[in-house]
């Protein structure tokens, strides 16, 4: 990705120095008739929100770490500078209860064994509430007028989840960024020529065991690299400040530019 390196430390600049939010960031709730339970999600509106104006949107897994980890500020700084247009961001949160060995969130994110029914009903209930749910809820409750172009934002799991959806044939987000998605094999993974991916992941996330399925996924991907697929490693391993750096540097760069 051309001068990415040098955008990084920009862009780190920008999170470090980041001040009190001038945007707004609704958390809320719905009853989602896939889950059979209630889902928190996040909603950001940008600084100087207008509700008669069409915005870009991204929708997010991990709803909590938008919550968490500065995103406001850092988002905040980035539009009242110029550096990338206003856009809404939703974030569904994850669901931490244990279930079958592992978390709810892992059944729903991860694509599931076939022989697994269970997980396949998790993933599949999951699915839809992502892809269809979760955007109709929130566009239709807050009155919300949308444009291209239409990301998907995931970290970890969350990326996994991305590339699940990136990989079918008829995505229905224009561009993904999915960051260290650690399980996702070279058999899931396919190329789709529809729609932009942007992944990135540290170098001490290759490292064995964590690092064997991604070690081949990246081998895969670098096939397609300029071909609408931009992969950029970074130092470093699982880490959500880094995460949100290349977040904000694909925005600036490639998707929300002015």
């Known amino acids: 990705m051309k001068q990415m390196i040098v955008i990084l430390f920009s862009c780190l600049g920008l999170v470090v120095s980041a001040q009190k939010s001038a ?8 009853q989602s008739q896939y889950l059979k339970n209630t889902r928190k999600f996040c909603l950001y509106f940008p600084p100087q929100f207008n509700s008669q104006k069409e915005y870009p949107i991204i929708v997010a897994t991990d709803g909590q770490l938008l919550e968490e980890g500065n995103y406001a500020r850092v988002l905040d700084s980035l539009i009242l500078n110029k550096r990338i247009k206003p856009f809404l961001l939703i974030g569904a ?24 029914q269970k997980a396949q009903t998790y993933f599949n209930n999951h699915y839809q509430f992502f892809t269809k749910e979760l955007m109709e809820e929130v ?39 999915c960051l260290s998605p650690l399980s996702t094999t070279t058999e899931d993974f396919q190329y ?31 096939k397609y690299r300029g071909k609408g697929v931009f992969i950029q490693p970074y130092k470093g391993g699982h880490e959500r400040e880094k995460w949100l750096t290349f977040f904000c540097c694909v925005l600036i760069e490639q998707l929300l530019s002015l």
């Open 23 to 30: 945007s707004h960031l609704i958390i809320d709730s719905l």
């Open 93 to 116: 949160y994850s669901d931490e209860t244990p279930a079958e060995g592992v978390t709810v969130r892992n059944l729903e994110y991860l694509k599931p064994d076939k022989s697994n």
């Open 139 to 177: 566009v239709t409750k807050y009155t919300l007028k949308t444009q291209l172009p239409f990301i998907f934002y995931g970290c970890s799991n969350g990326g996994d989840f991305g590339l699940i959806l990136y990989s079918q044939k008829e995505p229905m987000f224009n561009r993904y960024i």
């Open 192 to 222: 789709n020529n529809q729609a932009g991916l942007y992944v990135a992941f540290g170098d001490e996330e290759l490292v064995f065991p964590y690092g064997i399925n991604l070690e081949g996924l990246n081998e895969k991907m670098q």
